[in-house]
């Protein structure tokens, strides 16, 4: 059998970037005495004019926004500082003035693209052979700032797709206060940083085996007072570490697709793409899921890891090593011969393959891939985890050919040995079809995670940087056209 016996199935299922789907978000002024004017205006307001005011504002979004005065409120002790005054301001005013320092952002205004798919924690009353799925999509908006967007679905058993409707609200999810960190990972990663000196240890000594973020500003902040001027970096970089590694938490009344994951760190300032989550069993026997996503800052892109069990508490990792670096990094479901395994590419052209004993350090990779065929010369990556099956680990994998034309491929590997690939389709899965070459990226498909259910692999996959679509094809077939 060759590729041109495989039977795609393109669904009718396709989704499309919704430009009502608002964001509350915090309406910065980059100049401190810009922001003191501001509210000096709102203060000189008469307290007859601050009700009528708010009202207007509360009628006009606050049915866009699920409590809409705690966000306000919110901000408002955020720019409280900027007050030139110490007196007493009623409720009405500082919820005003916390309205003047929000805005709207539209999630998704450019683009629904790169989905992930996983199987749901969740798989209860549902008709018989039917799967729960989440999916995960990276939604791109002004600014062409990225981030992390959920849907859930069903996918029966004749193969049908059932995406449900998203909720009409978004919600960023709180911070969580004074997250702990275990002391032996953190030095660990400090020496990987290269920060490991005097004074790192010094200030690492006061610890115990665990401690949390406002211990390690309270210890800094006394070491500072003995410190040089050659150790700032160094507290810079134990701060920023600690921040990097921080989590979050949704609340079990907000629906999957109201939450969000937006860009929160600074090695995240300018985006949070192309999450590839894994279901990921662990030695016990229980699940939980892993994503490794791109970081974006601007300038520097970053692999990092975001790990959760029930998609409402989200904890975000550095990724450490020298095998840590560049996009496309891709786990394993399971850990292999004891050890966690990732596929990653870190040269822009071949896929790599990685092993380690601690999922946040990476440091040997092997070349697993090369670029062979025509629609892929230009460069290989991978498609998301690889997939278990009996025949072998299966992998999708994205190559660039001419015209940047994007396609979707597939290969096999050895399930005890994966660096070893035991078969390849020479002709893509999914290549971009006239309806899908017109988007922000002109001919391209793509997906960041597919999965088998009942015998079919189904494969979300983006069009065009702008929309996503699915199609399904049966699994027998796939492997029958490697070799």
């Known amino acids: 059998m060759n590729a041109n016996s495989i039977h795609v199935k393109r669904t009718a299922t396709v989704l499309r970037p919704d430009q009502s789907r608002v964001l509350l978000r915090p309406f910065r002024h980059e100049d401190p005495e810009r922001s003191s004017r501001i509210i000096a205006r709102i203060m000189s307001l008469s307290e007859d004019q601050v009700g009528p005011l708010l009202d207007e504002v509360s009628a006009e979004f606050s049915q866009r926004h699920q409590q809409i005065h705690r966000s306000f409120l919110e901000r408002f002790e955020q720019v409280r500082d900027f007050l030139l005054t110490d007196e007493k301001i009623s409720e009405q005013r500082q919820l005003l003035i916390g309205s003047y320092f929000v805005c709207e952002y539209s999630l998704e205004s450019a683009a629904l693209f790169n989905p992930s798919i996983v199987p749901h924690p969740d798989q209860s009353d549902l008709p018989w052979g039917a799967l729960r799925f989440i999916l995960s999509l990276r939604a791109t908006g002004e600014g062409h700032i990225s981030s992390i967007t959920f849907r859930t679905g069903i996918i029966h058993a004749d193969h049908r797709i059932e995406v449900l409707p998203p909720a009409g609200f978004l919600t960023e999810p709180r911070q969580i206060p004074n997250p702990s960190y275990d002391k032996a990972l953190f030095e660990r990663k400090l020496f990987e940083l290269g920060l490991n000196n005097e004074f790192t240890r010094r200030a690492m000594g006061k610890f115990g085996e665990s401690f949390g973020l406002e211990e390690l500003r309270a210890s800094l902040e006394v070491e500072m007072h003995q410190s040089h001027v050659s150790d700032r970096n160094a507290i810079r970089g134990m701060l920023a570490l600690a921040r990097s590694n ?33 279901c990921f069993q662990k030695d016990d026997g229980s699940h939980v899921y892993y994503a490794t996503f791109t970081a974006f800052d601007g300038k520097v892109i970053l ?57 946040h350090f990476w440091h040997e990779r092997k070349v697993l891939l090369k670029p062979t065929f025509p629609w892929e010369l230009v460069q290989l990556g991978n498609c998301g ?18 015209l940047r034309t994007y396609c979707i491929g597939a290969f096999l590997l050895d399930r005890n040995n994966p660096g070893k690939v035991i078969g390849r389709l020479h002709e893509p899965l999914l290549k971009p079809n006239q309806s899908e070459r017109q988007g922000y990226v002109p001919n391209v498909v793509y997906t960041c995670g597919a999965l088998v259910h009942n015998g079919e692999l189904i494969v979300p ?8 679509g699915f199609a399904t094809v049966p699994l027998d077939e796939v492997l029958a056209a490697m070799d």
Do not use: C
């Open 246 to 278: 921080h989590e979050v938490q949704f609340q079990p009344q907000q629906q999957l697709s109201e939450r969000v994951l937006f860009p929160a760190t600074p090695s995240q300032r300018n985006g949070i793409e192309d999450a590839r989550f894994v």
């Open 303 to 359: 692999p990092e890891l975001v790990e959760t069990s029930d998609f409402l508490r989200f904890r975000f990792i550095t990724l450490n090593g020298p095998a840590a670096e560049n996009k496309g990094m891709a786990m394993f479901p399971r850990k292999i011969n004891g050890v966690y395994a990732m596929l990653s590419r870190q040269d822009n052209e071949n896929i790599y393959i990685m092993f380690s004993d601690n999922v």
């Open 385 to 402: 985890s690889p997939i278990e099956t009996e025949a072998g680990w299966l992998v999708l994998s994205h190559g660039v050919g001419p």
């Open 461 to 468: 996959y983006a069009m065009a940087d702008h929309a996503t």
